[in-house]
């Protein structure tokens, strides 16, 4: 928003855009997204275990249910 950082962005938050860095040369791709659009992001046992222990207050109850269906669904123990 007005080309400033913010750490957190949730669903029906005004949109943003996203900088991906990647190594060596880092080159920069900036999109602005939608709701509509599609964001992947890998989600393993590790990340999950992190949210726990580092993230557990600002994840919401229907975070922490879309976190439980995907563990099912990815077949995350």
Same mark, same amino acid.
């Given at each position: 928003?007005?080309? /400033?950082?913010? $750490?957190?962005?949730?669903?029906?938050? $005004? @949109?943003?855009?996203?900088? !991906?860095?990647?190594?060596?040369?880092? $080159?920069?791709?900036?999109?602005?997204?939608?709701?509509?659009?599609?964001?992947? @992001?890998? !989600?393993?046992?590790?990340? !999950?275990?992190?949210? /726990?222990?580092?993230?557990?207050?600002?994840? @919401?109850?229907?975070?922490?249910?879309? %976190? %439980?269906?995907?563990? @099912?669904?990815?077949? %995350?123990?």
């Amino acid at each position: 928003r007005d080309h /400033k950082q913010i $750490p957190v962005c949730k669903k029906g938050q $005004p @949109s943003v855009a996203v900088k !991906i860095e990647m190594g060596g040369h880092q $080159p920069t791709y900036g999109r602005h997204l939608e709701e509509s659009d599609s964001l992947y @992001s890998l !989600i393993s046992r590790a990340s !999950i275990n992190c949210l /726990k222990e580092f993230y557990r207050k600002e994840v @919401s109850n229907d975070e922490w249910q879309l %976190i %439980i269906k995907l563990k @099912s669904l990815f077949d %995350i123990n």
